[in-house]
């Protein structure tokens, strides 16, 4: 028995050092990758012309369009306030030179992408950022204590990601190239209880992607989702948070455990 289980522990350490090892492996080629760059600089913009980026007035969609513009590429933001479009419009032309258009545009209606596809219609288009998305609640909140719109956390969560890519695709594949890009994030791999709706909606973003990755790969197409973790550090630190994580998680597993 002694001998039994000091083998046995032997092969579980053995096991583990083999799984940090393929790890550590994986970490060394992502280096490598990023060190020789792989891809040239002149990737993005062999894609096409225009890169369309949704949610572009603010965050994570206004940092793409900076960087794709950057990077030679004409940009095409999408948002709602206009304003903001306007003047990310204005500044990208003023310091990169790339050309700008905006449409202004709300992604928790479903009745929008008729006139998107008009804005759209004649550019060369090789990349789509599917950023926009919308946490309905920032506080941990049970499923029918969320907000009554639902439908638009659905249209703009879900439907924005399968409308812009179903407009853009097609382009793509008759040109036999392009890069599509949906934004999710790290709580889309697992369910997450009382962020429901944002967490289910973005596990749809990824298997999405996967699946339509497997459709198009062979026809020069890459679909991949992001998967981002870079909610700001002041939510986990901000006392209003925190109250809220201590009374509602307490009061949500007792409920679910039957603990007193
Ligand atoms: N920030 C994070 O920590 C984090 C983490 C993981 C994943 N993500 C994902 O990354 C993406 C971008 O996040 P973010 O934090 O950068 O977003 P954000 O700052 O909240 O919003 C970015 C832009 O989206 C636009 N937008 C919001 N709702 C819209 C709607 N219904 N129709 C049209 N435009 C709309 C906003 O436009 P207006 O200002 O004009 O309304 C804003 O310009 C989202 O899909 C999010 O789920 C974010």
Redesign the pocket.
Known sequence: MGDFLEQFFVLVGLLVCLAYLVKFMRFCRCIFLHLWRVSPRSFLKSMGQWAVI?????????AYSFELARQGLNVVL????LE??QTIAAEIEWTIGSRVKIIQ????KDDIYEYIKEKLKGLEIGILVN?????PNLLPSHFLNTSDNIQ?VIH??ITSVVKMTQLILKHMESRQKGLILN?????ARFPWPLYTM?SSS?AFVCTFSKALQAEYKSKGIIIQAIV?????SWVFYSSMFQKAILTHYVKYLKQNTNLR
Do not use: E, H, Q, W
Request: charged share 15%.
């Open positions: 949704t949610g572009a007035g603010d965050g994570i969609g206004k999408i948002s709602r306030t903001k479009l545009a709300d992604f928790t950023n926009v998305g919308m946490l638009g703009c969560n934004i999710s994030t790290g709580v944002y973005k981002l973790s870079l909610i700001p």
